[in-house]
């Protein structure tokens, strides 16, 4: 599984932007998906996961609400979609896939990793 991030920026508090992250790969339809942050000097955040046929979906709650993830299957890509943004979600964003491709959600070991993206809120 090979996955790659874009679409981060620099954005005023208030703002949008939204997170695409493409998966290659001969199995990487049967995986489900996570977002995660960093910011300085912190440890890696899950924020966001869904699963292989984004039935389900599941957030933290410092983004409930704010964000949201989903997945465009034809185009093997899954999103997340910031809304309200605020000087605090300013990190580095990653999409990952987990070690077993039919686990899902915050607590499961993550193993594939994209190369992330700087996302900066400020004004």
């Known amino acids: 599984v090979q996955l790659q991030a874009s679409g981060g920026g620099l954005v005023q508090p208030g703002d949008s932007l939204r997170l695409a992250c493409k998966g290659s790969?001969?199995?990487?339809?049967?995986?489900?998906m996570g977002w995660f942050r960093q910011a300085p000097g912190r440890d890696r955040e899950f924020l966001a996961a869904?699963?292989?046929?984004?039935?389900?979906?599941h957030y933290s709650d410092s983004v409930k609400g704010r964000f949201t993830i989903s997945k465009d299957a034809a185009k093997n890509t899954v999103y997340l979609q910031m809304d309200r943004l605020k000087p605090e979600d300013t990190a580095v964003y990653y999409c990952?896939?987990?070690?077993?491709?039919?686990?899902?959600?915050?607590?499961?070991?993550?193993?594939?990793w994209g190369q992330g993206t700087q996302v900066t809120v400020s004004s």
């Open positions: 869904i699963t292989s046929d984004a039935a389900y979906t």
């Open positions: 990952a896939a987990p070690r077993v491709a039919s686990g899902w959600g915050p607590a499961v070991p993550y193993e594939y």
């Open positions: 790969g001969r199995t990487y339809s049967m995986y489900a």
